[in-house]
């Protein structure tokens, strides 16, 4: 395997659509970063490998809730 494939599950980046390597072991959500254009994307959907833009805004809710 070459070192910059990480898996053998392959997406394709929603802005740039590079092929993406993904580690075998993802789960539903996990953050992955685009390596050509570098954006924040996330799982979406594991069969067939469905990569998104991560949600940040979510993700500040999520924080400011747990910090109460």
Known sequence: MSPNKTGREKAR?????????IKDDVELWD???????????????LR???????????EDEVYDEEEE
């Open 31 to 45: 953050p992955i970063t685009c390596p050509e254009c570098h954006a924040a994307l996330q799982v979406v959907r």
């Open 48 to 58: 067939p490998l469905e990569l998104d833009y991560l949600d940040e805004e979510w």
């Open 13 to 21: 980046c929603p802005e740039c659509l590079a092929a993406i390597w």
